[in-house]
């Protein structure tokens, strides 16, 4: 049998599949899909939408040695039951989503937060390969986050930890989906930006600012000042050799890069800014389901 290892990234707009095989000491990309996740009609056909992507990855690529789901929120490691997935529409709290799927597959389902997948991926094998301390942030329908220290996914006591875009920025802020007031997320999510620059989506807010739009260019000078915010708290408790960025936001490159090192930089003394990276996810949109697929492997 194959060394393989499948990840599943599930995602409120798609689901993103991926083969991985070791090479040598590290791994290569055997395969990748994607299919519409339908998050607008529930649990039960979000979960079998996955099981055939999961299925059909398998008959595409060949048998799998583990199974890895990324997932848009919090959930019971002993259960896998569903505790919050705040973007995602239905009646998930308490779903047994890993029972479904282990049912459906016949195979043992790790399941892992998306955005600590994200940071997995571009720790092991991405744009933060080889470095001993790093610092991930997903921009995008939600923030997320994940740490890397010495090549290990840092969870936590209660596996939680790395929530980067659920960091208190405005104790009076708007309410987040995670119940908390004033997060990152709250204060700089797509919805937001769109919003800052009163344009229909964060897509349009980035090709209006590549023209010189002024309403979408403050719109991202301000979403990347509480980015910055953020990502400046985690210099300063982390200390992290780098910190990288990804997710639909970060896709528009420098526009919104830039702006959030200035940002980051601003507010970190303890520092020499010069020291301070803050670069572009290498891993493209199937970052999340490689990161599955190694924590379907790696057990983090």
């Known amino acids: 049998m194959n ?15 991926a083969l991985l095989e ?32 999961a299925h059909h990855a398998i008959q595409s690529g060949g048998p799998v040695t583990s199974v890895g789901l990324g997932v848009p929120g919090l959930f019971e490691r002993e259960t896998g039951n569903v505790l919050l997935f705040p973007n995602l529409p239905g009646p998930w709290k308490g779903y047994p989503l890993r029972k479904v799927m282990e049912g459906a597959i016949g195979r043992t389902v790790w399941m892992v937060n998306d955005a600590r997948a994200f940071a997995l991926a571009e720790g092991t094998m991405g744009a933060g390969a080889g470095y001993r301390t790093v ?14 220290i010495e090549g290990r996914l840092h969870q936590g006591a209660f596996g939680v930890a790395g929530e980067l875009g659920h960091q208190t920025i405005d104790p009076n802020g708007p309410r987040c989906g995670c119940g908390n007031r004033g997060c990152v997320e709250a204060l700089a999510k797509a919805a937001v930006l769109a919003e800052l620059a009163g344009k229909g989506s964060a897509e349009e807010v980035y090709e209006t600012a590549a023209a010189g739009d002024e309403a979408s260019l403050a719109a991202i000078r301000r979403v990347a000042e509480y980015i910055g915010i953020g990502l400046a708290n985690v210099v300063t408790l982390l200390g992290p050799d780098r910190i990288i960025v990804g997710g639909g936001i970060a ?6 890069l830039q702006p959030i090192r200035e940002a980051v930089r601003e507010r970190v003394t303890l520092v020499p800014t010069e020291l301070i990276e803050v670069v572009p996810a290498s891993l493209g949109n199937s970052a999340g389901a490689l990161g599955a697929a190694l924590a379907g492997l790696l057990r983090p």
């Open 251 to 256: 896709e528009a490159g420098e526009l919104v």
């Open 22 to 53: 070791r090479s040598g000491a590290g791994f290569k990309v055997v395969w990748t899909d994607q299919t519409d996740t339908r998050a607008w009609l529930g649990p039960d056909v979000v979960t079998d939408t996955l099981v055939q992507a």
């Open 3 to 17: 060394d393989r290892h499948l990840g599943l990234d599930l995602g409120g707009t798609s689901i993103k599949v």
């Open 135 to 148: 610092a991930c942030m997903t921009l995008g329908t939600g923030i997320g986050g994940g740490i890397m």
